[in-house]
């Protein structure tokens, strides 16, 4: 088998299955692991993969700014932000992060809710904005303009002085073994301290966002209360042994 093919069928198998062991790669391709760690090592520098003690992952098809992601897979996003405005009660402290996915929610408030919304997302202040009887606060900082949020230690002292009912949390990658994270350092850092600060986490991901993991971690799996995704429930079972709530759309 030439190189090319094998490194091909490297990131075949990646692409399916999320993520494998190099010992997995080296017994189906029929070379050493020696060969496949040189594969994985050439790939990675490459930006095709993302190179794990053991093996590899595949690197999320999520689009890193803003503009790009807020069209993307909109339907979806909005069946499962329909579900995430069910979690809201009245009278609830609520964290909303910059996700293109969790702004969508403030469409399916109810008429007349009355809650407070914390978010460090200019966009999403603006969207929560329309529901006029609810509070909105808007956690200031350094605009990071790809993403439309506000970073920095202004932020995470703000989050400091609020206990919230629910964080509301978008991720770009989760699976079992790394939990939820994100590609943004800033941004993960104001995730983690939503969660923290917050008495249940929902996490909003889309079925392209499962099975990857990406540099910054925001909390293990095990921290979750509720996923909401559009993936099938078959492709979910085995997040079913970690407890937490799962709603499909």
Do not use: W
């Amino acid at each position: 088998m030439f190189t090319e093919e094998r490194r091909q069928r490297i990131l075949s198998h990646l692409n399916v299955k999320g993520k494998a062991s190099s010992v997995e790669l080296a017994s189906e391709l029929l070379v050493s692991e020696d060969t496949i760690r040189r594969d994985l090592k050439e790939l990675s520098e490459n930006g095709l993969l993302k190179k794990v003690h053991g093996g590899a992952m595949a690197i999320s098809p999520v689009p890193f700014e803003y503009s790009a992601r807020i069209e993307l897979n909109l339907e979806s996003k909005r069946r499962m932000a329909a579900e995430a405005a069910r979690l809201i009660q009245p009278g609830m402290l609520v964290f909303i992060d910059g996700g293109t996915s969790t702004q969508l929610i403030a469409e399916f408030l109810p008429v007349g809710l009355v809650a407070t919304f914390v978010t460090h997302s200019a966009a999403n202040a603006i969207a929560f904005a329309k529901c006029r009887t609810s509070k909105i606060i808007l956690l200031g900082g350094m605009l990071v303009p790809e993403l439309l949020i506000n970073e920095g230690p202004e932020v995470l002292s703000a989050i400091e002085r609020f206990s919230a009912d629910l964080a509301l949390i978008s991720v770009q990658g989760l699976n079992i073994e790394d939990g939820a994270t994100v590609s943004h350092y800033q941004d993960a850092l104001v995730k983690t301290a939503f969660i923290q600060r917050a008495s249940e986490l929902a996490v909003v991901a889309g079925k392209e966002k499962l099975g990857f993991a990406l540099h910054y971690r925001i909390c293990a799996s095990s921290e979750l209360d509720y996923l909401i995704t559009d993936e099938s429930k078959s492709g979910i079972k085995d997040f079913g042994t970690l407890g937490f709530q799962i709603i499909t759309v």
